[in-house]
């Protein structure tokens, strides 16, 4: 079954990012199967640095996905994740559109302009807005809004609809094609777009719309503020940008807002905070330079929509709180389902290591000396390793490891007290997973200590173990049937 993630602003993509990830160690197979994800990334800022990364991410998921055949045994990479239409959705028709020019306000009588001019500043009705709502919620949603409008309806929007449709259209035994809006609650796009989005989308798959509404499961997930900022000095003299020091009161604002709103018609709201804000070093109030390192919240974020996906829809409403079993300490005890999720990660992560460390230099080694590495000729014949197209797989497995360990690392480095894993047996001082040289920091020996209380076998009993018959499907051997009884036998050790 496809689940439709709609992610609305550069936390939204942050979000996304994070489900990427959760997708690729397996957090959304469930029973044997698994949820395929569609994506839409909705921000007026097409070039922010946040969704940029996302998109990288996604391709470099899929590229090394598309190698592996989905098998029930093996959760890991098992979603397929595609973007809906474009992918991307700016909103705005124009790329240099600001809020006067949106709407007619030089040809508005006079009661409106002056109403026009009551609600919003000179400055942010002058503001060019291809950098998003610069933390302002209410010029977000006079322009989401506009959706309703007839013959205003974007291509990206329509393709969603009609998706939802056909996807409900066609749901067998009992599984409902699922969506899921995303974003922040304190900042211009997403405490603009999702309330707006999610109202749009009940009115129009409602009883007035396509009346899908009791078909489907509709939930959200709502960032409050997790992070803070210092803008610096040249921008001190702009008007209309976010500033951080007003999420507190934007965020009191829109929960009230959530609170008293009946037309928002989720089936599931997740709400996720922290007491203490993380700090965000070089600010940028929009475009590529705004790339916020990943955060554990934006972790918690994906294993919501875990639980959105693998849980049916509720008869009734539910209230669930989850906090830390201790305030200075974030351990695997303080994760919804933490043997697993602990047993997917550990596992995707010890697969990402030992082929970083280990099963690519040895490859590359073994190009030229082939009888020097043993183990590797039970996967290739000697001239199959200079092959291109067993050298682009790879690669191509390569890219997604130091990909995943990369954002693994930041999600590490986000707050001091996460006890998941001996950080510093993979990363370096400044946070990289790679020496200058490029090899990667870890070094076999301590590969056993990766996880705290968890010891494993050495790098080396991984390597020998390693058989193309232990894969129970024609690709056994290669890259991608050496990769898999990698991931197999790292598997069955935990």
């Known amino acids: 079954m ?18 990427i990830h959760a997708a690729a160690v397996g957090l959304f197979s469930h029973n044997q199967k698994s949820e395929d994800l569609q994506i839409l990334l ?15 991410t996604r391709t470099i998921y899929q590229n090394c ?21 474009g992918g991307a959705w700016s909103v705005f028709e124009r790329t240099d559109a600001t809020l006067k020019d949106t709407f007619p306000y030089n040809q508005d009588q006079d009661e409106r302009k002056l109403l026009f001019d009551v609600l919003y500043t000179e400055d942010e009705r002058k503001l060019r807005l291809t950098q998003g709502f610069r933390g302002r919620p209410a010029i977000g949603a006079a322009i989401i809004s506009q959706l309703t409008q007839e013959g205003r309806e974007d291509a990206n929007w329509n393709a969603l609809i009609e998706q939802i449709n056909a996807n409900s259209l066609g749901s067998e035994g009992g599984k409902s094609p699922k969506v899921f809006l995303c974003g922040s609650i ?27 509404l009791g078909k489907i499961k509709f939930g959200c997930l709502l960032l409050l503020p997790y ?28 929960l009230r807002y959530y609170a008293n709103q009946t037309e ?30 990943p955060h554990f919240l934006e972790f918690y974020g994906a294993l919501a929509l875990r639980d959105f996906l693998v849980t049916n829809k509720p008869a009734q409403r539910q209230v669930m709180l989850l906090n830390r079993e201790q305030p200075e300490a974030l351990t695997w005890n303080d994760i919804p389902e ?3 999720v602990r047993s997917r990660v550990v596992a995707a992560t010890r697969f990402a290591l030992t082929w970083l460390a280990a099963i690519a230099p040895e490859l590359k080694h073994a190009r030229e000396k082939p009888k020097e590495v043993v183990w590797s000729l039970k996967f290739f014949k000697p001239q199959e390793l200079k092959d291109t197209t067993e050298q682009d797989k790879i690669k191509t497995i390569s890219d997604w490891c130091t990909n995943y360990l990369q954002w693994l690392g930041a999600i590490g480095r986000s707050e001091p007290s996460i006890k998941w894993f001996n950080w510093e047996v993979f990363l370096n001082t400044d946070g990289s997973i790679l020496n200058t040289d490029g090899s990667i920091k870890m070094k076999r020996k301590d590969f056993s200590n990766l996880v705290p209380d968890q010891k494993t076998k050495e790098i080396n009993d991984i390597l020998s173990k390693l058989n193309p018959r232990d894969i129970d499907t024609p690709d056994n051997r290669g ?13 069955r050790d935990l």
């Not at 496809?2 to 489900?19: D, F, H, N, R």
């Not at 702009?238 to 009161?249: P, Y």
Request: hydrophobic content about 35%.
């Open 264 to 293: 928002l018609k989720f089936d599931s709201v997740y709400m996720l905070g922290l007491p203490r804000f993380s700090s965000v070093e070089n600010f940028s109030p929009g475009g590529n330079n705004q790339r916020n390192p």
């Open 42 to 56: 909705i921000d007026p800022d097409t070039g922010n640095g946040n969704a940029s990364a996302t998109n990288t």
């Open 65 to 85: 996905r598309q190698h592996f055949n989905v098998h029930p045994s093996r959760p890991w990479m098992s979603s397929n994740i595609d973007p809906i239409q």
């Open 479 to 491: 890259a991608i049937g050496l990769a898999k009884s990698l991931y197999k036998i790292i598997d």
């Open 227 to 254: 992070f803070q900022f210092n803008a610096p000095q040249k921008l001190q003299d702009e008007t209309v940008f976010a500033r951080s020091q007003d999420f507190i009161l934007q965020t009191e604002a829109a």
């Open 186 to 212: 304190f900042g211009g796009t997403g405490a603009a777009g999702l309330p707006t989005l999610g109202r749009l989308l009940a009115n129009k798959l409602g009883p007035d719309g396509q009346n899908l």
């Open 2 to 19: 496809t689940a439709y993630i709609i992610a609305i602003g550069g936390t939204g993509a942050k979000l996304v990012e994070s489900m």
């Open 338 to 340: 933490f043997n697993l």
